[in-house]
């Protein structure tokens, strides 16, 4: 009987409500609406054993782990810092007219590392766990990048970070040189919102063609069959994310809340085509991000940037920490995705300021209404871009 690897989400019974919000949740105990607690555990299972499973009213979601890949910037340059601004992202999202600056928020980046020793996160509390079975180190930059625009301090006189006195962030490296799987995404969500992150980032995806490719190579699938089986894998994939972005939001109900944000995605090419918003990002509960480059009409939809997004953001020549030392320009959705990040964590620092915590669903609709379409380009449409380019609280 031939058994094969899945991803089990299994419900692990209800949470004790904490004692400190009993006040703030008195109304949410009496309606019974304690949220479920969750693990995630891999297994070998038999076709009839994952049936069986999927019958089991504690089961949230059978999946096979699917390859998760990079979302590749575009370009990437390195640059000289200038000492004369803040780079343009920092400006066009309001961050640096904003009275928060992240102070008292933990935030989660899901990437491929960090370059711990760069100047850009002295100070900060880096707490850091590999979920790639490589090296810890940040061998692509990208992570670096990454963190750099959420909560990275000035480098050479040039501020890059959204959110620059974030004091405690959680570096789960989840992509390597051989990429990453499902399976280490989800495990990685779970983790960061144990360990408290009010906002997660992720700059990946699925890479179904990836997996259509180990089907015909690997295991000599014909085309048409492997097509098929990559298909249900994605489907139960998108439905893993799904439940578990449920888990975030229901307890963020009651709990400390959490948000994730993730990259559209950079297949489309414009104007040729559009491509639509890619798994996870396009799973219910998380917020899909498109990238925004300048023009002489104003802000527009880049070239590569998927369609179909929630809110959009700078994805276009931004300027952040690169390993080593120093600055980089690069682009990509991966790019926008932190700039609603660090956004997400000035919006939290105001929840947490005004009312002692941050609420989940609260969160996410302030961070989505936040878009605004005045600095957009004419005739921009709200596929592309969602609500708009996400705005910092000014007070």
Known sequence: MSRDKYIILRNRGRQAPSLENLSYEANVLESGGI?????????????????HLRRDPSIRAVAPPMPMKLITPTEETPIAGDASSPTWGVDA?????????????????????????HQAFSGTDLMLKNFTGESDDDENGHGTHCAGT??????????????????RALIGKVLGEKGGS???????????????????SMSLGMDFPGLVDILVNQYNYDIN????????????????????????????????GTVIVAASGNEANRPEYEIAVAP?????????????????????????????????????????????????????????TP?????????????????????????????IASGITGPLAPDTEEDDVGTGIVQAPLN
């Open 35 to 51: 949220p479920d607690s969750v693990t995630i555990e891999t297994t070998d299972l038999s076709k009839s054993e994952r049936n």
């Open 93 to 117: 999202v309001g961050a640096a007219e904003a009275s928060f600056d992240g102070r008292g928020i933990t935030v989660a980046v899901l990437d491929t590392g960090i370059d711990q020793d």
């Open 150 to 167: 959420i909560f990275g301090k000035d480098v050479d006189g040039v501020r890059i970070g959204i959110a620059p006195n974030i004091q």
């Open 182 to 200: 499902s399976e280490s995404i989800a495990k990685a969500i779970l983790w960061a919102v144990n360990e408290g992150a009010h906002v997660i």
């Open 225 to 256: 069959p492997a097509t098929s089986m990559a298909l249900e894998a994605y489907r139960a994939n998108v439905n893993l994310f799904n439940e578990l972005a449920g888990f975030v939001r229901a307890q963020g109900a009651l709990m400390q």
């Open 280 to 336: 996870p990002a396009a799973s219910t509960g998380i917020i899909s991000v498109g990238a925004l480059g300048q023009s002489e009409q104003g802000l527009s939809p880049a070239r590569f940037s998927n369609n179909q997004v929630d809110v959009s953001a700078p994805g276009v020549a931004v300027v952040s920490a690169i390993p080593g030392g120093g600055l980089g320009s690069k682009s990509g959705t991966s790019m926008a």
């Open 339 to 367: 700039h609603v990040a660090g956004v997400a964590a000035l919006w939290a620092q105001r929840q947490l300021d005004s009312i002692g915590k941050v609420e989940h669903r609260t969160l996410m609709a302030q961070l």
